[in-house]
């Protein structure tokens, strides 16, 4: 079995906080993981670690064998990230920032692939267009476009369907599966139960920088007496229902 992901006693604090707090999980090459949690959990902390984005405190985080510190160039090729905040960039446009985006992995002439993600995100008639003019879905469809460019043999997604309307949710889902069943694995986050439900081989539920509940949906059904997902979520998560 190889591993995509091999988290080991994860440790991150910001002050006082413990935003994640002694995590481990694995994740096998060629699946899809959810990761879920109410906000505040620290599945974005989790998510800046596997990238590079923010640093740890202790704990091993490799991706495809490779520490992602001492490692960096090895696993961030490997690595598509889409991440929570929206895109900043915007006088340029969606030619402009796939092409900058290629070049930053080391790519040049990447016209064929670029013209392929922007048709398959159904964005190829606004490959002109600054950024700044693009609504908050197209922006959403560009952060999912950037993480393709290099073809990553593992993509991240953290919330990518947050605020989004129902036609992108169904145009990422299928693509992430069509991704997928090529041989790409997948981390996602996602607010949307249901959605991971329906996705993921293996969801793992945070809380309080912790992974509360980590099996395939099937086996968290089974153990937790859950009816589907969302109830197992709530059982596992339980005080933040009676706020
Ligand atoms: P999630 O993505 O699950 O909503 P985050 O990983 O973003 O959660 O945050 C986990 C906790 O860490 C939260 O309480 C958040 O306020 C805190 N946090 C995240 N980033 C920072 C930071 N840069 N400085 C201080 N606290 C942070
Ligand atoms: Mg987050």
Known sequence: MELALEIKNLKKAFGDLLAVNDVSLKIEKGTIFGLLGPNGAGKSTIINIIT??????????????????????????????????TISDGYFTVMEIMRFQSGFFGIRDNEKKITEILKRLYMWD???????????????????????????????????TAGVDVQLRHILWDYVRELNKSGTTVLLTTHYIEEA???????????????????TVKGLMEVNEGTDLEDVFLKVTGENVHV
Do not use: W
């Open 52 to 85: 590079g984005v923010s640093s740890r405190d202790s704990g091993k985080v490799n991706v495809f064998s490779h520490d992602v510190t001492t490692d960096y160039r090895n696993t961030r090729s490997s690595v598509g990230v889409v991440p929570q905040e």
């Open 197 to 215: 439900s329906n996705l993921c081989d293996k969801v793992g539920i945070m809380n309080h920088g912790k992974i509360v509940a980590l099996d």
């Open 126 to 160: 606004y490959c002109n267009k600054r950024v700044e003019h693009l609504s908050g879905g197209m922006k959403r469809r560009l952060l999912i476009a950037k993480a393709l460019v290099h073809d990553p043999e593992f993509l991240i997604l953290d919330e990518p």
